[in-house]
């Protein structure tokens, strides 16, 4: 380790760092939601790590060297962040408990260990940094496989947690919103899914690690460009999709009703009545209690109706009457110079990936083969 070494490694840590930063403060604006402030804070422990890498692999270190393994207590913040950040996102009127401080122990508890080192000179730093020699490996010691396991078993242990909390919403999701909230419910998905492969990756290296317990930068290299690309990722969702950090607004409609069969008949003609001269769905950002309101019919009678009388969900009722006006246009001569994406958003839908997947699961056919099969071409 000589010299500052600014290369492409670096480069991409840097502005991995810088993006991260940025994006927290872009999605913790005013009108954001509470749950965004999680995420922004996940966001800048993962930057910050980052910048101490990249601080490290550039060489840059040797001049600020009480950077040096500064994050690390940073980084028992995001695990907590995360679960925090999915918690709040699907329950947005959940105040601060006092109790959340309590996801801060294991990071402090990291600082407390660390603080004999982190309260060395900084010639003792360099000196201990040095170690790395120039063949770029080094013995690691038991503490530091110690440190690593920690880290990957309370993180998985949140993101386990996060993803009970995806599985129990996502029913709920379904059954009040058409489009906006199952966008959310698909990031945040998406995102979980994600964070378990980096973590199958994390665990991949600790066991190589652990075989030949010698640490070879390279395999940071590799790590740290995963991390960055994460960062990334998030910043290109955020640019294409931006309503998925807006407000998420959940219904409390779970009441049973035991409405009578004639007022059950009543509000499914009224419903069916709506849709048909309305066309409500062509909204992609339609709601529950968008109908409830427009009928005059409170939400939680709505939702009974809808799941018993046409046996589907909010969700699922909506779009089907978005793949029957898909169909219209598909099958119309007339618009057969209209792109398959096109159609999706002038029939309500959201997102291309959705459309296909709603529309295969109705009809059988991909829009492309049902267009195919009526219009030709």
Same mark, same amino acid.
């Given at each position: 380790?000589?010299?500052?070494?600014?290369?492409?490694?670096?480069?991409?840590?840097?502005?991995?760092?810088?993006?991260?930063?940025?994006?927290?403060?872009?999605?913790?604006?005013?009108?954001?939601?509470?749950?965004?402030?999680?995420?922004?804070?996940? @966001?800048?422990?993962?930057?910050?790590?980052?910048?101490?890498?990249?601080?490290?692999?550039?060489?840059?270190?040797?001049?600020?060297?009480?950077?040096? #393994?500064?994050?690390?207590?940073?980084?028992?913040?995001?695990?907590?962040?995360?679960?925090?950040?999915?918690?709040?996102?699907?329950?947005?009127?959940? %105040?601060?408990?006092?109790?959340? /401080?309590?996801?801060?122990?294991? *990071?402090?508890?990291?600082?407390?260990?660390?603080?004999?080192?982190?309260?060395?000179?900084?010639?003792?730093?360099?000196?201990?940094?040095?170690?790395?020699?120039?063949?770029?490996?080094?013995?690691?010691?038991?503490?530091?496989?110690?440190?690593?396991?920690?880290? /990957?078993?309370?993180?998985?242990?949140?993101?386990?947690?996060?993803?009970?909390?995806?599985?129990?919403?996502?029913?709920?999701?379904?059954?009040?919103?058409?489009?906006?909230?199952?966008?959310?419910?698909?990031?945040?998905?998406?995102?979980?899914?994600?964070?378990?492969?980096? @973590? $199958?990756?994390?665990?991949?290296?600790?066991?190589?690690?652990?075989? #030949?317990?010698?640490?070879?930068?390279?395999? %940071?290299?590799?790590?740290?460009?995963?991390?960055?690309? *994460?960062?990334?990722?998030?910043?290109?969702?955020?640019?294409?999709?931006?309503?998925?950090?807006?407000?998420?607004?959940? #219904?409390?409609?779970?009441?049973?009703?035991?409405?009578?069969?004639?007022?059950?008949?009543?509000?499914?003609?009224?419903?069916?009545?709506?849709?048909?001269?309305?066309?409500?769905?062509?909204?992609?950002?339609?709601?529950?209690?968008?109908?409830? #309101?427009?009928? *005059?019919?409170?939400?939680?009678?709505?939702?009974?109706?809808?799941?018993?009388?046409? $046996?589907?969900?909010?969700?699922?009722?909506?779009? *089907?009457?978005?793949?029957?006006?898909?169909?219209? /246009?598909?099958?119309?001569?007339?618009?057969?110079?209209?792109?398959?994406?096109?159609?999706?958003? %002038?029939?309500?839908?959201?997102?291309?990936?959705?459309?296909?997947?709603?529309?295969?699961?109705?009809?059988?056919?991909?829009?492309?083969?049902?267009?195919?099969?009526?219009?030709?071409?």
């Amino acid at each position: 380790m000589e010299g500052i070494q600014l290369n492409i490694w670096s480069v991409l840590v840097f502005v991995g760092a810088i993006q991260g930063f940025v994006m927290a403060r872009a999605i913790t604006g005013k009108q954001r939601p509470k749950a965004n402030r999680y995420l922004a804070v996940f @966001l800048i422990a993962l930057s910050l790590h980052l910048m101490e890498y990249g601080i490290d692999i550039s060489g840059l270190v040797l001049d600020i060297p009480h950077v040096f #393994t500064a994050s690390y207590p940073i980084i028992f913040l995001m695990g907590p962040a995360f679960y925090l950040y999915t918690q709040s996102l699907f329950e947005p009127d959940r %105040d601060f408990d006092k109790k959340q /401080l309590l996801h801060l122990i294991p *990071s402090l508890i990291v600082l407390l260990l660390f603080m004999p080192f982190y309260l060395l000179s900084g010639v003792e730093k360099i000196a201990l940094m040095q170690e790395l020699g120039s063949s770029g490996t080094m013995e690691i010691p038991t503490g530091q496989f110690a440190f690593m396991g920690a880290h /990957l078993l309370q993180t998985l242990i949140y993101v386990i947690l996060a993803q009970a909390v995806l599985r129990k919403k996502q029913k709920e999701l379904e059954r009040i919103s058409a489009s906006t909230a199952i966008q959310q419910y698909g990031w945040i998905g998406k995102l979980t899914r994600a964070y378990m492969i980096y @973590l $199958g990756l994390y665990l991949l290296l600790l066991i190589i690690l652990l075989s #030949t317990k010698y640490y070879r930068v390279e395999i %940071d290299y590799v790590m740290l460009l995963l991390t960055s690309l *994460s960062v990334y990722a998030i910043g290109y969702t955020a640019m294409r999709q931006p309503v998925l950090f807006n407000a998420l607004i959940l #219904t409390n409609g779970r009441q049973k009703t035991n409405l009578k069969t004639e007022s059950q008949q009543e509000i499914k003609s009224r419903l069916e009545s709506y849709f048909q001269s309305e066309k409500p769905y062509l909204n992609e950002e339609l709601r529950l209690d968008d109908i409830a #309101t427009a009928l *005059s019919i409170p939400a939680y009678q709505l939702s009974e109706v809808i799941n018993e009388s046409f $046996g589907k969900n909010f969700f699922e009722f909506t779009n *089907s009457y978005r793949v029957e006006e898909a169909k219209r /246009l598909l099958g119309n001569p007339q618009y057969s110079n209209l792109k398959i994406l096109a159609v999706a958003f %002038d029939a309500g839908f959201g997102n291309k990936a959705t459309f296909n997947r709603v529309f295969k699961k109705n009809t059988g056919l991909t829009p492309s083969q049902f267009k195919t099969a009526n219009v030709g071409g």
